[in-house]
């Protein structure tokens, strides 16, 4: 089986051209990406809004204007 491969890097890359990322509940193939989103928000990275469906991260706003200003990675 295909996985996605989901990491910090990946998601603070992603996340310095689009405003959010979204991983589904319950779908195993986002497993990975849940585990991530988790672990970033422990580092304070991101900020999680958890819906009935989908957990939805932002950057956190120290990051957003950090990773904004800079441009990319």
Do not use: H
Not at 43 to 68: C, H, M, N, Q
């Amino acid at each position: 089986m295909w996985q996605r491969k989901w990491d910090e890097y990946k998601l603070l890359r992603v996340l310095s051209y689009r405003k959010f990322v979204s991983a589904n509940r319950e779908d195993p193939k986002d497993r990975q990406k849940r585990r991530c989103l988790i672990a970033a928000r422990r580092k304070g990275l991101v900020e999680l809004e958890f819906t009935p469906i989908d957990i939805v991260a932002r950057l956190s706003p120290a990051k957003r204007y950090l990773y904004r200003k800079r441009g990319s990675f």
